[in-house]
């Protein structure tokens, strides 16, 4: 495909648990972000990344989240020890460039019971 | 810091009604301002843009215009469709933003027939 593409869709986990999130972004996009958008509020900026350095994570809400991009394409999301106040969408956006327009993907659904 | 706030919704009009939805934003330096649009069940997508100040965005019959001196973006469009019904959000990028992308909260909107 020809867009941003998330893995999985959905993920329900037990509080306590580490959860993993993908994203594959547009081939030869340099910059991708990840967003945090809870139930009824608009996305809020987490981390982002120019290929494979991470340049900015001051979004990053506490130190059980971490994000990698190692080379400089697929980046993941990890959330160690879930708490249910991390339960929201998880959105990856990637772009040409680092003022490009940002392309979405349709995001990871995470519900921590 | 920056910042973007939006007119709460939910808001209902009837097919074919004039829709405005204010936007204003707090910000240093010179940001770009964007309205996206997230429809049911899809991903968010890219509405109109505008780069500078007195700049008009348009698309698909929205539109808005960077208003430095009031500081607003306000979407607008003369005759709504039930298609149009989704949620709607405000953002900024740039400035001392940086590369991310500052969302407002958003504005669902609903189109009665």
């Known amino acids: 495909g020809a867009g941003v593409s998330q893995s999985p869709r959905y993920k329900v986990a037990k509080r306590g648990q580490d959860v993993a999130l993908r994203c594959d972004p547009i081939?030869?996009?340099?910059?991708l972000f990840w967003y945090q958008q809870a139930l009824g509020q608009g996305p809020e900026f987490l981390t982002y990344?120019?290929?494979?350095?991470?340049?900015?994570k001051s979004g990053l809400p506490s130190d059980r989240f971490f994000a990698e991009r190692p080379e400089g394409s697929v980046s993941t999301l990890k959330i160690q020890r879930t708490q249910q106040e991390d339960s929201a969408v998880y959105l990856c956006?990637?772009?040409?460039?680092?003022?490009?327009?940002?392309?979405f993907g349709p995001g990871t659904r995470l519900t921590v019971l | 810091g920056n910042s973007v706030t939006q007119m709460e919704g939910p808001v209902t009009l009837s097919e074919e009604a004039f829709l405005t939805i204010n936007c204003t934003y707090t910000?240093?330096?010179?940001?770009?301002l964007f309205w996206y649009v997230q429809y049911p069940g899809e991903g968010l997508q890219l509405l109109l843009k505008?780069?500078?100040?007195?700049d008009k965005g348009s698309n698909k019959g929205f539109e808005a215009t960077y208003r430095k001196e009031t500081t607003s973006f306000h979407l607008e469009k003369g005759s709504v469709q039930v298609s149009d019904s989704a949620v709607y959000f405000c953002?900024?990028?740039?400035?001392?933003?940086?590369?991310?992308?500052?969302f407002g909260s958003g504005t669902r909107l609903s189109i009665r027939p």
């Open positions: 081939s030869g996009h340099v910059s």
């Open positions: 956006a990637s772009s040409v460039d680092t003022r490009g327009e940002q392309f």
């Open positions: 910000a240093t330096g010179y940001p770009s």
């Open positions: 953002a900024l990028q740039g400035g001392s933003s940086a590369s991310k992308i500052i």
């Open positions: 505008a780069t500078k100040a007195d």
């Open positions: 990344f120019q290929n494979e350095a991470q340049l900015d």
